[in-house]
Structure formats: C-alpha cells, structure tokens
C-alpha cells in the first residue's frame, strides 16, 4: 500500500489549496478513502471520508463548508481542496485509508502517507 500526497505549502488566512494523493498497491476504487491532520503539538484529527464511488462524503464540523473531498478511480487518486483557509487548519495533512468499505469518521485509519504540509500565515 503506497499513498503520496502533494500539494501543501504556506498560504494567507482566506487562501485555498488543493491536495492531491496519488496511490498504488491496492484497488483504489473499492475502498473508503480519508484525510486526516496533525496540527503542531497536538494528536490526530479526522478531517473529511468519503465512500467507494465517491457519492457519500462527511467532514469534520471545523472543515465543514470549507473543505471539499473527491476521488479519481480511474487515477487512483484522492482530493481535497481546502478553501477560506484559516491558521487553524495549519497541520501536516494524511492521506489514509483501513481498505476496507467501512465508513471510519475517525482518525483511525489503518494506513498513512507521509503527509504533506500546510501552513496558513499573513
């Protein structure tokens, strides 16, 4: 199972980003895929899942409206677009997957890419 993330770096309060995880080792399209984050000091935090196909999705109440999470099956490659970003959202950002078809709304995923950083600052 391999995850690569891409796509953080520092942005202004109000900026957006996208994060891209492209992934291999593992039928992509059959799983339920997340994101998680690490914000310095502190534990991980569950962010946004969303189902095989990609027609369910929930967020976190602190990324709800802000944050967008989408799938490419046929790229094997999981999004997340973080707009209207705030200092708060400063973390290391995961890719994480349990492959398996339950539906986690935790931080408990079974497997982690290495993250890629997004820092939010004026």
């Known amino acids: 199972v391999q995850l690569v993330e891409s796509g953080g770096g520092l942005v202004q309060p109000g900026g957006s980003l996208e994060l891209s995880c492209v992934t291999s080792?593992?039928?992509?399209?059959?799983?339920?895929m997340g994101w998680v984050r690490q914000a310095p000091g502190k534990g991980l935090e569950w962010v946004s899942t969303?189902?095989?196909?990609?027609?369910?999705?929930e967020y976190a109440d602190s990324v709800k409206g802000r944050f967008t999470i989408s799938r490419d099956d046929a790229k094997s490659t999981l999004y997340l677009r973080l707009t209207s970003l705030k200092a708060e959202d400063t973390a290391m950002y995961y890719c994480?997957?349990?492959?398996?078809?339950?539906?986690?709304?935790?931080?408990?995923?079974?497997?982690r890419g290495q993250g890629t950083q997004v820092t939010v600052s004026s």
């Open positions: 969303i189902a095989a196909g990609g027609e369910v999705a």
């Open positions: 080792g593992f039928t992509f399209s059959i799983y339920v």
């Open positions: 994480a997957t349990s492959l398996s078809a339950y539906f986690i709304r935790s931080p408990d995923f079974y497997y």
